[in-house]
């Protein structure tokens, strides 16, 4: 895996109105292996998961996003897509659903860009509408 600079743009939005964003710049690793591409980075405090390793897996429009550490969680985004997860909160764990709205991958191989946006729902309940947007930039 080559090295980057991994820079995150995370928005959180809810029905009443409390938003929230998250920009946080780290070092990390990104790769293409076969028709994979993989970025890997930690987490910050910045986050409220530190300590945690947070990894994607992009395959054409399919992606993987994996949390190991003291949360572990695995969500899968395919646009127009409902996946399942079981999210661990710390305290324990909860099913949620992932439904992806737009998925746009400019990848290469130095690195590039991707966007997500999806929300979450419990029980059928919206728990919140999100987007991330991952710039990723390999050290020469």
Known sequence: MDEAIITINSEQLFDDGNNDSIKFVTSGEFSKIDSHYYICYNESQITG???????????????????????????????????????????????ICVSTIDIDLKLGENGGSLY?????????????????????ETKE
């Open 116 to 136: 997500i946006e999806y929300t979450l729902d419990m029980s059928s309940a919206l728990l919140s509408r999100n987007r991330i947007n991952i710039l990723i």
């Open 49 to 95: 998961l530190e300590g945690v390793i947070t990894s994607l897996d992009i395959e054409n429009s399919r992606i993987v996003l994996t949390r190991k550490g003291s949360v572990n969680h695995e969500m899968v985004f395919q646009k127009g897509e409902r996946n399942h997860c079981m999210y661990d909160t710390g305290e324990g764990y909860i099913t």
